[in-house]
């Protein structure tokens, strides 16, 4: 059974960092391209970063590009988002998405994901 488990959200002011950690179990870790997306209230889900199987490609969000860096482990199985000079706009519930897919790319429609975890709250205050 495959299960993805965000870590490292909580409340940071503007201007601040935070790490999120997403640990996947029950899957052969580097088959699958990993994403990061979120969604504030009332808003829909988005793109936040996603990387390919082996890191080779690595795609942002315009609105996060020079600030978050996705990276992955293909030994110990993470994926991270390190993000920093973080803003209000940046407050949501932040999720981690793996879509099979090896020599694959880096980002993909959110329905293409096989996989959810359950989300991780990041609030920035002004």
């Known amino acids: 059974q495959v299960q993805l488990v965000e870590s490292g959200g909580g409340l940071v002011q503007a201007g601040g960092s935070l790490r999120l950690s997403c640990a996947a179990s029950?899957?052969?870790?580097?088959?699958?391209?990993m994403g990061w997306f979120r969604q504030a209230p009332g808003k829909e889900r988005e793109f936040v970063a996603g990387?390919?199987?082996?890191?080779?490609?690595?795609t942002y969000a315009d609105s996060v590009k020079g600030r978050f860096t996705i990276s992955r482990d293909n030994a110990r199985n993470p994926v991270y988002l390190q993000m920093n000079s973080l803003k209000p706009e940046d407050t949501a519930v932040y999720y981690c998405a793996c879509k099979i897919t090896v020599f694959g790319g880096s980002r993909y429609p959110a329905d293409d994901y096989d996989h959810w975890g359950q989300g991780t709250q990041v609030t920035v205050s002004s």
């Open positions: 990387i390919s199987w082996n890191g080779g490609r690595i």
């Open positions: 029950g899957l052969t870790f580097s088959n699958y391209a």
